[in-house]
């Protein structure tokens, strides 16, 4: 696995305190990787009290699919790192991969729960001090697969699309408070366990979804692809940027 470079040469996060959900393993370890290689004060999150993270970051278990456990890690990154200046919602997923009519209504919620209404909550109760102090940037991690759109990830992609447009019109929002909020939208990506995954994007290829047999860039994607973009929405080089999305997949799906 290659290693987030950027941030060691510059540290332009340097001072900037970071709270990354989802940062135990695959893309949101690479997140963390890199905001920690740029210079911030990292926590990070995940729902197992014995989960391993990216060495230097400060770790609080929490479920963020609920309303106490947003709660709980919201007031966790405020008595450990003061308040936050970088929020990145990168906790998601889905269960079952199925047709749509296989998908029940506790799934649906599910779905709902992790990649729509975590982010709503944590948002809500972390971007009052950020409007305090007139600073800070939040992104969302969506997917590549949005515009696909295909049975078996459909509860899935709907829930991220739903995350795109309340970005927008979150960033539109918090803009005059100085907080900016972009989107990161993943194609399919390389992480360890991950042949589950792999095996879902290869079942869109066979179904209509878009997707094609690779990507054209000739490789799947790797955390520290994603977190190369992160880092830069984050920082001071992207201070114009907000409402936007940068899908990462190597030219794979369809775009907006």
Known sequence: MTTVDNGSRTRELAGKRALVTGGSRGIGAGIVRGLLAAGADVLTTARSAGSTVPDGAGFVAADVRTRAGAQA??????????????????????????GSAAIPDDAWQAALDLNLLAAVRLDALLTPSM?????GSIVHISSAAVPAA????????????ALENYSRGLATELAPAGIRVNTVSPGRTATPGGEATREQWAQMDTTGGGATASPP????????DIAHAVLFLVSDRADWLTGSGLIVDGGEFPKR
């Not at 890690?73 to 199925?98: K, M, R, S, W, Y």
């Not at 409007?131 to 600073?135: A, E, H, L, V």
């Not at 295909?150 to 699309?161: C, E, N, Q, R, S």
């Open 73 to 98: 890690l919201a007031e966790a990154a405020h008595e450990t790192l003061g308040g936050v200046d970088i929020l990145v919602h990168n906790a998601g997923g889905a269960q079952p991969f199925a």
């Open 131 to 135: 409007r305090t102090r007139g600073s």
């Open 150 to 161: 295909v049975g078996p990830f459909l509860h899935y992609t709907a829930a991220k699309a």
């Open 217 to 224: 860039l000739g490789r799947e994607g790797r955390p520290d």
